[in-house]
């Protein structure tokens, strides 16, 4: 539970609502594990878009390797942002 205090001070001041019934550890968890995921949706997009500018466009098949970065931070931008508006809408 440590790593989850330290990551409250990089993220943005957010306060998640709470979640009727949940526990201690699980409000936690969604309150920082989510917008983690985010961050790291975001992070994965970044390397795409590196790779892509350095990789060798040759027909190795190494062309496509950036799109995957891409996609990945992507669907983890996309899953986390449909989670935390499905949490807040049922703690509101």
């Known amino acids: 539970m ?13 306060k998640p609502k ?11 968890l969604s309150e920082y594990g989510l917008y983690l995921l985010a961050l790291g949706g975001g992070v994965g997009i970044g390397i795409g878009g590196f790779k892509l500018a350095t990789a060798n466009k040759g027909r190795d098949g190494n062309g496509m390797e950036p799109f995957k970065w891409m996609g990945g931070g992507l669907a983890a931008l996309l899953l986390a942002g449909a989670l935390i508006g ?7």
């Open 86 to 92: 499905i949490i807040n809408g049922v703690a509101g």
């Open 18 to 28: 709470p979640i009727p019934g949940a526990g201690p550890v699980v409000q936690r």
């Open 2 to 14: 440590e790593w989850i205090t330290l990551a409250g001070d990089l993220l943005p001041p957010a």
